[in-house]
Nanobody
């Protein structure tokens, strides 16, 4: 079972920025896809951004132009840079990896954006 350690969440005012980081217990080059999901209270978990082994990225429409997902092979981390944060971005953010049919989740990190 892959262990995923997330960091970087917190409280920020609307318009501010945060950077989330995810460090897996295995080499990130072994994963087909690494992604960030989020879940707000009373809502379903949704995909925020994903990046595959070739560096191709995918974003939810609600975060396009504001969030950037990236992977650092040397540091063995995947990050989510979040700019121009809005109160509706408030959620628990989860790191996610896929390798073959195996899917792993981190424990989640809280992001709260105040208006």
């Amino acid at each position: 079972q892959v262990q995923l350690v997330e960091s970087g969440g917190g409280l920020v005012q609307a318009g501010g920025s945060l950077r989330l980081s995810c460090a897996p217990s295995e080499n990130i080059l072994s994963f087909n896809v690494m992604a960030w999901y989020r879940q707000a209270p009373g809502k379903q978990r949704e995909l925020v951004a994903a990046i595959n082994g070739r560096g191709t990225t995918t974003y939810a429409d609600s975060v396009k132009g504001r969030f950037t997902i990236s992977r650092d092979n040397a540091e063995n981390t995947v990050s989510l840079r979040m700019n121009i944060l809005k109160p509706e971005d408030t959620a628990v953010y989860y790191c996610n990896t896929r390798k073959g049919i195996t899917v792993s989740w981190g424990q989640g990190t809280q992001v709260t954006v105040s208006s």
